[in-house]
Structures are given as structure tokens and as C-alpha cells.
Nanobody
Framework: QVQLVESGGGLVQPGGSLRLSCAAS????????MGWYRQAPGKRRDLVAT???????NYADSVKGRFSISRDNAKNTVDLQMNSLKPEDTAVYYC???????????WGQGTQVTVSS
């Protein structure tokens, strides 16, 4: 069974930075793809960024140039460095992984990010 635990969320002022971390346990070594999603109350859960086991990354247009995703396959971790944060970045951020192509998706419990002055 796969378990994901996010950390690093909190309150930050506009223009500030946060680094989110996700620790995976279980059968997750070189998991096919890992990513970050975010969701505001009553809103759709949207993709933020993904990264494959080979290191190829993809970003939502809204975060390109500001966020950076990285992973450590040996440690089974994936991080999201968030810079130049905006109030519209406020959401619960969820870690996600698909361990093999066509397999099920696993989700963490989420961590709150609030961008406000």
C-alpha cells in the first residue's frame, strides 16, 4: 500500500516563497509519475506540476516560471518550490503518484497554503 504525507504549508505574504515536501512510503521506488495538485473550497482540484521517474516535468500555465518540482527517487520524495506567491495560489495542496502506467492514483492528505497580506 502506498502512503503519501505532505508538509511545508503555511501562511505567507504575497511575493514570498514556500517549499512543500511529500514523503512516500510503500512500493513507490521510481514511481512512474509524481505530482502536485491544488484545490480551493468548492473548486475543482487542478494539476500544478508533475514529474516522471526520469525527471521530465510539466507545469500548469499559471505557475510556470514561479514553481519548480523535483524528486529524489532513492528517498521517495517529491518537492514543490513555490516562489513569487500570489493570493490566487491559496489552496490545499495535494501530493499524488501513479506508481505504474495505468495504475491507480494515490493521494496525500493535503497541506494548506495561504497567501495573504
Amino acid at each position: 500500500q502506498v502512503q503519501l504525507v505532505e508538509s511545508g504549508g503555511g501562511l505567507v505574504q504575497p511575493g514570498g516563497s514556500l517549499r512543500l515536501s511529500c514523503a512516500a512510503s510503500g512500493s513507490t521506488f521510481r514511481s512512474y509519475v509524481m505530482g502536485w495538485y491544488r484545490q480551493a473550497p468548492g473548486k475543482r482540484r487542478d494539476l500544478v506540476a508533475t514529474i516522471t521517474s526520469g525527471g521530465s516535468s510539466n507545469y500548469a500555465d499559471s505557475v510556470k516560471g514561479r514553481f519548480s518540482i523535483s524528486r529524489d527517487n532513492a528517498k521517495n520524495t517529491v518537492d514543490l518550490q513555490m516562489n513569487s506567491l500570489k493570493p490566487e495560489d491559496t489552496a490545499v495542496y495535494y501530493c499524488n503518484t501513479q506508481t505504474v502506467p495505468g495504475g491507480r492514483y494515490y493521494w496525500g492528505q493535503g497541506t494548506q497554503v495561504t497567501v495573504s497580506s
